[in-house]
């Protein structure tokens, strides 16, 4: 088992940055996939980015492409998600979430996630 605590999140003014954290404790961090979704109001959760285990591999959503990079650190246990350019349909909860084998950017497929944190975009 794998707990997850995001961290990072707040109010912060379209054009500008954010890097938000995903802190995790139990398990063999080093093993486990990780992704970010994000969820706004009356929307369903969506697929921004995953990493590998070894932090070799990324991918992002298309929504998010050129402007957020995903990275991790496993000496730390902890995984990144540094936000540049970020707009106001950015606006979300941002949820990192883990799992075993290859990262996916399916929802259904991870069976460990934090409890979120709150991005607001302003305009």
């Known amino acids: 088992q794998v707990q997850l605590v995001e961290s990072g999140g707040g109010l912060v003014q379209a054009g500008g940055s954010l890097r938000l954290s995903c802190t995790a404790s139990?398990?063999?961090?080093?093993?486990?996939?990780v992704a970010w979704f994000r969820q706004a109001p009356g929307k369903e959760r969506g697929f921004v980015a995953h990493i590998s285990s070894s932090g070799r591999f990324t991918y992002y959503g298309d929504s998010v492409k050129g402007r957020v990079t995903i990275s991790r650190d496993n000496a730390k246990n902890m995984v990144f998600l540094q936000m540049n350019s970020v707009k106001v349909e950015d606006t979300a909860v941002y949820y990192c979430?883990?799992?075993?084998?290859?990262?996916?950017?399916?929802?259904?497929?991870?069976?460990?996630w934090g409890q979120g944190t709150q991005v607001t975009v302003s305009s």
């Open positions: 139990g398990g063999t961090f080093r093993t486990y996939a």
């Open positions: 979430a883990a799992r075993s084998g290859w990262a996916t950017g399916r929802v259904a497929e991870y069976n460990f």
